[in-house]
């Protein structure tokens, strides 16, 4: 007689709600820790290296870990702290440690009250002055009495956008404490982000530098490998397409990142397609919606005013082709009156332009005309514009 669990599974299936490619696919999401990180025991020695006092009770040197995206740099900051949190408690020492993404956390305010929240403190989501959160959070350190770790990835994105106000308060947060410490380790995925920094940052924030280097393919398959075998139900998924999924993913600086993206993505379009094999094509498939995903975002997260000057290129280059800095401007200035707007300068607007380009969103080549000056002649790649149209619909 077959146990209840498989007359719900039996259910369940016949629902189409039991996936026939997907043992677990959380393996493959970039925020997963896994219980060991290949090709990176050089980086993870190092940083415990750093922090393992912290397990005695000791306030630890700040460190900084740089290196592009998907070369591990968060998986082994959050492992390497876990590991010391559960170590620390066995020797009856109060450590804990923060985690906050500062380019999804990106205010002052959030930042701090994520980083309080982490101690336990009820922070509301508005309405507190930033200096009244940090107030409140040395109070919570204070009476806690123990060392907290705090983890700023992303930083880099952070400080562009805000400056380093709240990098340097919480650098110099040991200043204000009696009896608690704390730590900070910066991760950032820009490799000239340190030099940018002001002086008394980066003294502050350097004291141990680590840098990450990109994976290799040989690398990434062992990386995939791993997760593979967590994340796919057997024979699902063969050596091939891993393979080929990290010579994809190397070919990009070896991001891991991406890597894994592919393999969740290749399973989702095997999946929706209802077959129970992971094939190639369904690689290629994934790297393609994966690329217009990217520049969905990149589109969608643009300001107004850029968001206006691709409309009026879009306009003007579906109708004839190619469109002028002249045109393109005319259009603009048309439509910020739509909009009830203010039109910035052709001058603003020809930077615009440039930025556009150097995104890869539109090809802008200088020409000249003669003796009526110069020109950029405006193009855009034919397989971008249904996403550019689909990402710019809010504005018809």
Not at 43 to 70: D, H, Q
Not at 169 to 180: C, M, P, Q
Not at 233 to 241: A, E, F, L, Q, T
């Amino acid at each position: 007689m077959s146990s209840t669990h498989d007359v719900i599974e039996e259910i369940l299936r016949k629902r189409g709600l039991v996936s026939r490619i997907f043992a677990n696919r959380e393996v493959l999401h970039p925020d997963y820790v896994p219980d060991s990180l290949p090709h990176r025991e050089r980086e993870i020695t190092k940083l415990a290296e750093i922090l393992v006092i912290s397990a005695k009770g000791e306030r630890p040197s700040n460190v900084f870990l740089y290196g592009l995206t998907g070369t591990g740099k968060t998986a082994v900051a959050k492992y390497v702290v876990k590991k010391l949190v559960e170590k620390a408690s066995a020797f009856g020492v109060r450590l804990n440690y923060a985690y906050v993404n500062t380019r999804k956390v990106d205010t002052a305010y959030k930042v701090l009250a994520s980083i309080a929240a982490s101690l336990g403190l009820k922070v509301p989501h508005t309405g507190l002055a930033v200096s009244e959160i940090y107030r409140r959070y040395i109070s919570a350190l204070n009476s806690w009495n123990g060392l907290h770790i705090v983890i700023l990835d992303e930083i880099d994105f952070f400080v562009k956008k805000h400056g380093d106000d709240i990098l340097y308060k919480l650098l110099r947060v040991n200043e204000d404490l009696s009896n608690a410490r704390v730590s900070v380790i910066g991760i950032t995925n820009d490799l000239n982000f340190v030099e940018e920094l002001d002086p008394r940052v980066r003294s502050s924030l350097g004291e141990e530098e680590i840098v990450f280097q990109p994976y290799n393919a040989d690398q990434l398959f062992t990386i995939l490998k791993q997760r593979a075998e967590l994340a796919f139900k057997p024979g699902v998924i063969d050596d091939s397409i891993i393979s080929y999924c990290a010579a994809l993913a190397a070919r990009e600086h070896g991001d891991a990142r991406r890597a894994l993206d592919l393999l969740r993505v290749s399973g989702e379009i095997a999946e929706r397609e209802g077959v129970d094999k992971v094939t190639i094509e369904h690689v290629k498939k994934a790297s393609l919606e994966i690329e217009e995903n990217k520049i969905y975002q990149s589109i969608a997260s643009l300001p107004l005013h850029q968001k206006l000057v691709l409309k009026s290129i879009l306009e003007i280059v579906t109708s004839k082709g190619y469109a002028s800095t002249g045109d393109v401007y005319a259009k603009y200035v048309e439509k910020t009156r739509h909009f009830s707007l203010e039109p910035l300068t052709m001058r603003r607007v020809s930077d615009i332009i440039s930025q556009l380009d150097m995104m890869g969103l539109i090809m802008a080549e200088v020409t000249s005309r003669g003796r009526y000056g110069v020109t950029k002649m405006i193009k855009m790649r034919e397989d971008f514009i249904p996403i550019i149209e689909k990402a710019l619909r809010d504005l018809d």
